[in-house]
């Protein structure tokens, strides 16, 4: 089983619609964990931590659920420019390793 | 406050030769990662260094490859007697470290070996 595991894809969703992703994770000891968007040939970039107690960020909100091991992230009113590969990722402040899901591919549509 | 920076952004070699790819951390910031990306698959650990220390190798081969972060300058990854397999985008992520983990990306060196 991969350390963390998303589903990677496509989702193809018009412009306007809510879109929701999964990511669990095997490592009970992991401490952090964080949501990076990758456009094509570019670097990640954070898109947002996430917390025990979930977080919004304008269009964005991520949600944690430790006891069943996964988190997730919601986007809603989809736009154009949030066709991307979203990066599930999973730190364990013991190794302080960062372990990155293979991502999963959003196309917004026109 | 300057990003993570990377040089060079796009790297040549010919099999058999050496590629030395550098990377400077945001300012303030004292972990380095290096990850690996192959075309069309997730990024792959390879080296946490710390000023002057390597803390974990565990993902980079254990022959060919070297990386290290010296007290003074940026942290570089070497690649001795490349092959066609390492062709890839090399990020490098720095972090504070302790208290703040939340790392940022350089733009990446893409090495080609032809």
């Known amino acids: 089983r991969k350390e963390v595991e998303q589903d990677p894809g496509p989702f193809n969703v018009p412009e306007g619609a809510t879109v929701a992703f999964n990511c669990t994770y095997s490592n009970s000891a992991s401490q952090s964990f964080f949501w990076y968007r990758q456009d094509c040939r570019k670097e990640p970039k954070l898109l947002m931590s996430?917390?025990?107690s979930g977080n919004e960020d304008g269009r964005f909100t991520a949600q944690l659920n430790r006891a069943s091991q996964y988190i997730s992230l919601l986007i809603r009113d989809s736009k154009l420019s949030d066709s991307a590969t979203y990066l599930c990722v999973v730190f364990a402040s013991g190794t302080y390793k960062y372990i990155f899901g293979t991502g999963t591919r959003l196309k917004v549509l026109a | 406050n300057a990003g993570v920076m990377q040089n060079p952004r796009h790297l040549v070699r010919r099999r058999g030769q050496e590629a030395r790819l550098r990377c400077s951390p945001m300012?303030?910031?004292?972990?380095v990662y290096w990850y690996r990306q192959l075309p069309e698959e997730g990024l792959k650990f390879m080296v946490y260094l710390q000023k002057e220390n390597i803390i974990d190798e565990s993902g980079m081969p254990k022959e060919r490859f070297s990386a290290e972060f010296p007290k003074e300058g940026p942290s570089i990854l070497r690649i001795q007697q490349v092959v066609r397999g390492d062709s890839a985008a090399y990020f490098c992520?720095?972090?504070?470290?302790?208290?703040?983990?939340?790392?940022?990306f350089g733009p990446g060196t893409r090495l080609t070996v032809t």
């Open positions: 300012k303030g910031h004292s972990h």
């Open positions: 996430v917390y025990s």
């Open positions: 992520a720095s972090s504070v470290g302790q208290g703040d983990p939340e790392q940022y």
